[in-house]
Protein backbone atom coordinates (compact mmCIF):
# COMPACT_ATOMS: atom_id res chain seq x y z
CA UNK A 1 0.00 0.00 0.00
CA UNK A 2 0.83 3.35 -0.21
CA UNK A 3 3.67 4.96 2.29
CA UNK A 4 2.61 7.95 4.55
CA UNK A 5 5.26 9.16 6.41
CA UNK A 6 4.81 12.12 9.69
CA UNK A 7 7.91 13.61 11.51
CA UNK A 8 8.76 14.00 14.12
CA UNK A 9 7.42 11.22 15.61
CA UNK A 10 7.89 12.85 19.34
CA UNK A 11 8.08 16.93 20.50
CA UNK A 12 8.42 18.43 23.31
CA UNK A 13 8.64 21.58 23.22
CA UNK A 14 7.87 25.16 25.83
CA UNK A 15 5.00 26.96 26.16
CA UNK A 16 4.56 29.40 23.63
CA UNK A 17 6.60 28.20 21.44
CA UNK A 18 6.16 27.09 17.95
CA UNK A 19 6.02 23.97 16.49
CA UNK A 20 5.86 22.22 12.65
CA UNK A 21 4.93 18.86 11.79
CA UNK A 22 5.34 17.72 8.24
CA UNK A 23 3.45 14.67 6.82
CA UNK A 24 4.83 13.29 3.57
CA UNK A 25 3.39 10.79 0.80
CA UNK A 26 6.60 8.73 0.04
CA UNK A 27 5.35 7.04 -3.15
CA UNK A 28 2.24 8.89 -4.12
CA UNK A 29 1.03 12.67 -4.91
CA UNK A 30 -1.20 13.63 -2.56
CA UNK A 31 -3.73 16.64 -3.63
CA UNK A 32 -5.73 16.51 -0.18
CA UNK A 33 -4.11 15.75 3.16
CA UNK A 34 -6.16 15.21 6.25
CA UNK A 35 -4.88 16.24 9.79
CA UNK A 36 -6.74 14.54 12.90
CA UNK A 37 -5.94 14.91 16.69
CA UNK A 38 -6.58 12.28 19.14
CA UNK A 39 -6.66 12.39 23.23
CA UNK A 40 -5.84 9.05 24.83
CA UNK A 41 -8.36 6.57 24.52
CA UNK A 42 -10.49 8.33 22.59
CA UNK A 43 -11.43 8.76 18.82
CA UNK A 44 -9.42 10.77 15.89
CA UNK A 45 -11.03 14.15 15.63
CA UNK A 46 -10.69 16.02 11.98
CA UNK A 47 -9.06 18.77 12.63
CA UNK A 48 -8.58 19.93 8.53
CA UNK A 49 -8.60 19.05 5.32
CA UNK A 50 -5.44 20.06 3.53
CA UNK A 51 -5.54 21.11 -0.19
CA UNK A 52 -2.50 21.42 -2.34
CA UNK A 53 -1.92 24.96 -3.82
CA UNK A 54 -4.76 26.58 -1.62
CA UNK A 55 -6.31 27.47 1.70
CA UNK A 56 -7.07 24.16 4.24
CA UNK A 57 -10.79 23.78 5.23
CA UNK A 58 -11.12 24.02 9.19
CA UNK A 59 -13.51 21.71 10.87
CA UNK A 60 -15.68 24.31 13.11
CA UNK A 61 -14.16 24.52 16.25
CA UNK A 62 -10.78 24.25 15.03
CA UNK A 63 -8.31 28.00 15.20
CA UNK A 64 -7.18 27.71 12.41
CA UNK A 65 -4.55 30.55 13.22
CA UNK A 66 -3.78 28.38 16.05
CA UNK A 67 -3.01 25.46 13.83
CA UNK A 68 -1.43 26.78 10.87
CA UNK A 69 -1.39 24.15 7.79
CA UNK A 70 0.99 24.48 4.40
CA UNK A 71 0.36 22.38 1.60
CA UNK A 72 3.32 23.51 -0.48
CA UNK A 73 3.57 20.90 -3.20
CA UNK A 74 2.05 17.30 -3.86
CA UNK A 75 3.65 15.60 -1.33
CA UNK A 76 3.97 17.50 1.67
CA UNK A 77 1.87 19.01 4.41
CA UNK A 78 2.35 21.11 7.04
CA UNK A 79 0.85 21.14 10.89
CA UNK A 80 2.29 24.22 12.75
CA UNK A 81 0.98 24.83 16.04
CA UNK A 82 1.38 28.14 17.15
CA UNK A 83 2.17 29.47 20.26
CA UNK A 84 1.58 26.35 21.54
CA UNK A 85 0.40 25.66 24.78
CA UNK A 86 -0.05 22.92 27.51
CA UNK A 87 -3.60 22.25 26.30
CA UNK A 88 -2.19 21.41 22.93
CA UNK A 89 -0.75 18.30 24.04
CA UNK A 90 -1.75 15.60 21.87
CA UNK A 91 -1.52 13.39 19.48
CA UNK A 92 -1.69 14.43 15.66
CA UNK A 93 -2.21 12.51 12.61
CA UNK A 94 -2.20 12.86 9.17
CA UNK A 95 -4.05 10.73 6.29
CA UNK A 96 -3.72 10.96 2.67
CA UNK A 97 -5.57 9.27 -0.15
CA UNK A 98 -3.49 7.76 -3.40
CA UNK A 99 -5.41 7.90 -6.31
CA UNK A 100 -3.44 5.27 -8.30
CA UNK A 101 -4.84 1.94 -8.89
CA UNK A 102 -8.53 1.27 -7.78
CA UNK A 103 -10.97 3.34 -6.76
CA UNK A 104 -10.97 1.73 -3.09
CA UNK A 105 -11.90 4.78 -0.81
CA UNK A 106 -8.86 3.98 1.50
CA UNK A 107 -7.02 6.66 3.39
CA UNK A 108 -3.58 5.58 4.32
CA UNK A 109 -2.37 7.22 7.60
CA UNK A 110 0.54 8.86 8.68
CA UNK A 111 2.39 7.07 12.32
CA UNK A 112 1.18 10.04 14.55
CA UNK A 113 3.43 12.86 16.30
CA UNK A 114 3.22 12.91 19.66
CA UNK A 115 3.08 16.67 21.00
CA UNK A 116 4.07 17.39 24.75
CA UNK A 117 4.05 20.81 25.83
CA UNK A 118 5.42 22.10 28.93
CA UNK B 1 -23.81 15.27 8.73
CA UNK B 2 -22.83 11.46 8.82
CA UNK B 3 -22.48 9.62 12.35
CA UNK B 4 -20.78 6.68 13.04
CA UNK B 5 -21.96 4.93 16.68
CA UNK B 6 -19.91 2.25 18.08
CA UNK B 7 -21.45 1.15 21.60
CA UNK B 8 -19.06 -0.99 22.97
CA UNK B 9 -16.56 1.05 24.48
CA UNK B 10 -14.58 -2.42 25.20
CA UNK B 11 -15.29 -5.98 24.44
CA UNK B 12 -12.70 -8.98 25.89
CA UNK B 13 -12.43 -12.38 24.18
CA UNK B 14 -10.95 -15.63 25.24
CA UNK B 15 -7.74 -16.70 22.82
CA UNK B 16 -8.76 -18.86 19.43
CA UNK B 17 -12.70 -17.52 20.22
CA UNK B 18 -14.77 -15.43 17.85
CA UNK B 19 -15.58 -11.82 18.78
CA UNK B 20 -18.21 -9.37 17.10
CA UNK B 21 -17.73 -5.31 17.26
CA UNK B 22 -20.76 -3.43 16.63
CA UNK B 23 -21.18 -0.70 14.39
CA UNK B 24 -23.98 2.02 13.30
CA UNK B 25 -23.79 4.93 11.19
CA UNK B 26 -26.32 7.91 10.27
CA UNK B 27 -26.43 9.12 6.28
CA UNK B 28 -28.68 9.96 3.37
CA UNK B 29 -25.95 9.55 1.30
CA UNK B 30 -26.21 5.72 -1.21
CA UNK B 31 -22.61 5.63 -2.43
CA UNK B 32 -20.16 5.60 0.30
CA UNK B 33 -17.57 3.20 1.87
CA UNK B 34 -17.19 2.18 5.64
CA UNK B 35 -14.08 0.92 7.38
CA UNK B 36 -12.45 -1.18 10.27
CA UNK B 37 -9.28 0.53 11.19
CA UNK B 38 -7.02 -1.14 14.49
CA UNK B 39 -5.12 1.22 15.85
CA UNK B 40 -2.06 -0.92 18.56
CA UNK B 41 -0.31 0.74 20.67
CA UNK B 42 2.28 2.00 18.74
CA UNK B 43 -0.82 4.17 17.29
CA UNK B 44 -0.54 3.67 14.01
CA UNK B 45 -3.80 3.01 12.12
CA UNK B 46 -3.95 -0.35 10.43
CA UNK B 47 -7.01 -0.96 7.76
CA UNK B 48 -8.32 -4.30 8.61
CA UNK B 49 -11.49 -4.54 6.42
CA UNK B 50 -13.33 -2.00 4.00
CA UNK B 51 -16.83 -2.45 2.39
CA UNK B 52 -18.07 -0.68 -0.70
CA UNK B 53 -21.69 0.28 -0.08
CA UNK B 54 -23.20 -0.60 -3.05
CA UNK B 55 -21.48 -3.97 -2.78
CA UNK B 56 -24.24 -6.81 -1.37
CA UNK B 57 -21.60 -9.10 -0.57
CA UNK B 58 -19.93 -8.65 3.37
CA UNK B 59 -16.08 -8.03 2.66
CA UNK B 60 -13.90 -10.62 4.11
CA UNK B 61 -9.94 -10.40 4.73
CA UNK B 62 -8.59 -13.63 6.23
CA UNK B 63 -9.72 -14.28 10.18
CA UNK B 64 -11.83 -10.86 9.45
CA UNK B 65 -15.46 -10.01 8.56
CA UNK B 66 -18.21 -8.06 8.04
CA UNK B 67 -21.95 -8.31 8.38
CA UNK B 68 -22.95 -5.38 6.62
CA UNK B 69 -26.54 -4.32 6.99
CA UNK B 70 -27.38 -1.51 4.42
CA UNK B 71 -30.95 -0.70 5.50
CA UNK B 72 -30.34 -1.60 9.13
CA UNK B 73 -27.08 0.97 8.43
CA UNK B 74 -25.56 -1.39 10.32
CA UNK B 75 -21.83 -2.67 9.91
CA UNK B 76 -20.28 -5.00 12.77
CA UNK B 77 -16.82 -6.85 12.09
CA UNK B 78 -16.35 -10.24 13.49
CA UNK B 79 -12.82 -11.59 14.48
CA UNK B 80 -12.43 -15.14 14.43
CA UNK B 81 -10.27 -17.42 15.91
CA UNK B 82 -8.91 -14.52 18.34
CA UNK B 83 -5.17 -14.14 18.89
CA UNK B 84 -2.92 -11.95 21.21
CA UNK B 85 -1.90 -9.68 18.73
CA UNK B 86 -5.69 -8.19 17.87
CA UNK B 87 -5.98 -6.71 21.13
CA UNK B 88 -5.98 -3.23 20.39
CA UNK B 89 -8.28 -0.22 19.87
CA UNK B 90 -11.29 -0.07 16.96
CA UNK B 91 -12.27 2.56 14.98
CA UNK B 92 -15.01 1.84 12.60
CA UNK B 93 -15.64 4.74 9.99
CA UNK B 94 -17.21 6.16 6.97
CA UNK B 95 -16.44 7.98 4.24
CA UNK B 96 -18.47 9.50 1.62
CA UNK B 97 -17.89 8.31 -2.03
CA UNK B 98 -15.74 10.73 -3.88
CA UNK B 99 -12.34 12.15 -3.74
CA UNK B 100 -11.62 14.63 -1.12
CA UNK B 101 -14.15 13.53 0.94
CA UNK B 102 -12.87 13.04 5.00
CA UNK B 103 -13.38 10.03 7.14
CA UNK B 104 -15.54 10.00 9.87
CA UNK B 105 -14.49 7.78 13.20
CA UNK B 106 -16.64 6.10 15.73
CA UNK B 107 -16.02 6.98 19.30
CA UNK B 108 -13.74 3.18 19.49
CA UNK B 109 -14.26 0.09 21.28
CA UNK B 110 -10.64 -1.44 23.08
CA UNK B 111 -10.54 -5.15 22.85
CA UNK B 112 -8.93 -7.23 24.97
CA UNK B 113 -7.34 -10.89 23.87
CA UNK B 114 -7.24 -13.15 27.38
CA UNK B 115 -5.08 -15.92 26.82
Known amino acids: GAVVSQHPSRVICKSGTSVKIECRSLDFQATTMFWYRQFPKQSLMLMATSNEGSKATYEQGVEKDKFLINHASLTLSTLTVTSAHPEDSSFYICSARDLRGANTGELFFGEGSRLTVL | AQTVTQSQPEMSVQEAETVTLSCTYD???????LFWYKQPPSRQMILVIRQEAYKQQNATENRFSVNFQKAAKSFSLKISDSQLGDAAMYFCAYRSAGYGNKLVFGAGTILRVKS
Open chain 2, 27 to 33: TSESDYY
